[in-house]
C-alpha cells in the first residue's frame, strides 16, 4: 500500500510528474458539476426512490473516471493498495466508501455512502484485483458510530479497510521474505486484526503473481544487502577503494528499489528495516 497525500493535492498543480495540470476552469466545472449531481441525488432520496438515485449514478461513471489520469500520475503509475503497476489487472477509479451499499463482516448490507458518489476524496486507484473483490465491502467495528447524509461523520468511523491516503493505516502494513504483507511489528489487536482482514478482502496475498513479485524484490534487496556488508567488512580493515566503490553502487541500487517510485518500493523498504543496521536505515529514512 502507499500512501498518497490526497488532501493536499489537485488536478490543477503544477509540480506532478506526467500530469498536464487542469485549468481552475476545468475543475471549478468539475466541481460544479459534482455539487449538482449530489443535489439531484439528495432530490431522490428525499423522494424515496433509491433505485433513480443508484442509476443516476452508474449513469455518470464518467465523471469520476475523468480524474483516473490525474489520480494515477500522484502515484506514479501504481496501483495505491498493491503498489504495482501491471500485476493486479487494470486500474479502477474505486469508491473507498461504497456508493450504494456497504456491507459488514456478517455480510448484512446497509445503504451506501451515496452522497460521496462524486466526491474525489473518496475516489482511490485500484487494480480490478482488488477492487472487483471489494465490492460493496466496508465492515465497522461493533458500537461504531455510522456516518449518513444528514449526519455525516466519516472522520468518526472505526472502519476495517486500511486506507491508502492515511498515513498511520499505510504504515501498519509490513512485508516478510515470502512476499507476504503482514501487521507492523509492535501494532495493537485492533490494528492486526484491520491489517488481516484488508489483506484477505483485497487478496494482496491470495493473488500469486503479486506474492512472487515481491518476493523477488525481497530477495534483491537482500543480496545487495549482502554485498554491502562483506565490502563493509572489507573497509574495516583499512582504506580499500575496490570496496568503497562496490559501497557506493550498492547504495545506490538500493536507493533505488527504496524509492516510492519503483514497484514494491515498501517491500524493498522492509527488507532493509528489518536488518536494524544504521548505516542501511539511513538509506531509507
Known amino acids: 500500500m ?68 490525474w489520480m494515477l500520475a500522484l502515484s506514479g503509475g501504481k ?5 504495482t503497476r501491471d500485476l493486479y489487472s487494470h486500474y479502477d477509479v474505486e469508491h473507498f466508501r461504497p456508493k450504494k451499499e456497504a456491507r459488514d463482516l456478517d455480510g448484512t448490507v446497509r445503504d451506501g455512502y451515496w452522497w460521496l458518489a462524486f466526491n474525489f476524496m473518496n475516489f482511490r486507484v485500484c487494480g480490478t484485483v482488488g477492487n472487483r473483490k471489494k465490492g460493496g465491502w466496508f465492515p465497522l467495528q461493533a458500537g461504531s458510530l455510522c456516518s449518513s447524509f444528514v449526519a455525516p461523520k466519516e472522520e468518526s468511523e472505526s472502519r476495517y479497510l486500511l486506507d491508502p491516503i492515511d498515513d498511520d493505516d499505510v504504515a501498519l502494513i509490513a512485508f516478510d521474505e515470502e512476499g507476504k504483507a503482514i501487521p507492523t511489528p509492535g501494532s495493537s489487536a485492533w490494528e492486526q486484526e484491520r491489517v488481516y482482514i484488508t489483506i484477505d478482502r483485497l487478496k494482496l496475498n491470495e493473488h500469486g503473481p503479486l506474492a512472487e513479485a515481491r518476493r523477488k524484490v525481497w530477495q534483491k534487496v537482500d543480496l545487495l544487502i549482502g554485498d554491502f556488508v562483506e565490502a563493509r567488512g572489507r573497509c574495516s580493515q583499512g582504506n580499500n577503494p575496490a570496496a568503497k566503490m562496490k559501497i557506493t553502487s550498492v547504495r545506490s541500487r538500493i536507493r533505488e528499489l527504496t524509492n516510492p517510485s519503483a514497484d514494491l518500493s515498501a517491500v524493498a523498504k522492509w527488507c532493509v528495516v528489518v536488518r536494524n543496521d544504521p548505516q542501511l536505515s539511513r538509506l531509507v529514512t
Open 2 to 69: 502507499i500512501w498518497i497525500d490526497l488532501e493536499h493535492k489537485l488536478p490543477t498543480d503544477t509540480d506532478i510528474p506526467g500530469w498536464e495540470p487542469w485549468t481552475q476552469v476545468q475543475w471549478d466545472d468539475w466541481l460544479a458539476r459534482s455539487a449538482q449531481l449530489l443535489n439531484d441525488m439528495a432530490a431522490f432520496e428525499t423522494a424515496g426512490d433509491r433505485e433513480a438515485r443508484n442509476a443516476l449514478i452508474d449513469a455518470n461513471r464518467k465523471h469520476w473516471g475523468d480524474l483516473k489520469p
Open 79 to 83: 496501483c495505491w493498495f498493491s503498489e
